[in-house]
């Protein structure tokens, strides 16, 4: 009993690996479970799908006839044959999908890979719907759907829908954004030398050579609003004529068909709106004034200005007063009395200020000086 339970323990975790896509781990796993419970078919089939889908087809072969012995069923013998197809052993799979029919004899999924076996064998190109042949490839897929599905059957080429022949049911349908109308026209067939599309301010013409050349058709639209003809463009397709115009304002159409005046005067701009005969005005007092990030030029004499008066209307005191008469007169001065200043204050250590450029020129105020008493004059250098 405890031997069934850890098998039966495996094979749950080898079934959750194979869900998981880790097959190598699910083929070891279920090893595991038929160490436990070496007689159990349905560990052996498992096992046979998970090889299969590592492409162990002759370990796949090997495992689904153990299981079959032990077991035979549909299933088992429908995959016998799919491993057995993807070895090229196309006459010993044929056999085991002839076992399959005869326990299902309405399986046309055994039926389908049963004549593939026989058209690998004789070399003929295997038709698989009677409405349109369709060459087989000499191999084909061998992955098992999870949990021993039996192979799903091979998608049917659609039949092509007839070409579009009658003028009468053709229709065109519309879908519009806010900078595009887009018309599609549904003909089947129709080839592109065969199309013509004229465009107009405000009209769309259509013109279609149907398929066969018996019939033509035509539409003709005088359109909501307007468009700009040189932007527009059309496209056929194997099933429809697609044709994009481009709204020349962009706004909502109410309906395809129209005036051509349609919104106009709702959306376009007021000074569209006023139309020629209204004069912009030339007054430049009347035209809005913008701000700039320009930066302005300073007026550095303005500045001067200014600064010159605040200091004339500061009222100085002491020696602020003082300095502020020396500079001012230093300031209106010629060059013999700004020199006469220089000379009288340097070389009497500031104890003389002269601006007589006569007297200041001749005379030496180095000698002449003398020292506050208790002091004496000395020259370094």
Known sequence: ??????????????????????????????????????????????????????????????????????????????????????????????????????????????RRWLRKCEAELSGAVLALAPVAATAVPARQPTAAAAMAPPPAAPRLAAEPLPATTDASRVRHEFYQTLTHVVVSVLIRGASADAVSVVYEQAELAVAVKLPGGSAEYQLH??????????????????????IKLKKAVAAKWDSLEGSGEGGLTTFLPPSAQAGPSTPAPDDAATRPAYPTSRPKKTDWDKVEHEVKR??????????????????????????????????????????????????VGTKDYEKERTAPAGQEWKKWG
């Open 310 to 359: 605040e200091e004339e209307e500061t009222k100085l005191e002491g020696d602020e007063a003082l300095q502020k008469l020396f500079r001012d007169i230093y300031a209106r001065s010629d060059e013999d009395t700004r020199r006469a200043m220089n000379k009288s204050f340097q070389t009497s250590g500031g104890t003389v200020l002269s601006t007589n450029w006569g007297e």
């Open 1 to 110: 009993m405890a031997t069934c339970a850890s098998g039966a323990s495996a094979y749950h975790e080898a079934n959750a690996l194979f869900v998981d896509g880790e097959y190598e781990a699910s083929v070891v796993a279920y090893g595991r479970a038929l160490e436990a419970d070496p007689n159990n078919a349905t560990y052996f089939s498992k096992r046979a799908i998970a090889q299969m889908r590592l492409g162990n087809h002759i370990d796949a072969v090997a495992d689904v006839s153990k299981s079959l012995k032990l077991a035979p069923d549909f299933k088992g013998y429908l995959l016998k044959g799919e491993a057995l197809f993807s070895t090229d052993e196309y006459d010993t799979a044929s056999l085991a999908f002839k076992r399959a029919l005869e326990l299902a004899p309405d399986s046309i999924v055994a």
């Open 221 to 242: 639209l005088s359109l909501f609003a307007q468009i700009v003809p040189t932007e527009c463009s059309h496209e056929v397709g194997p099933a429809k004529i697609e």
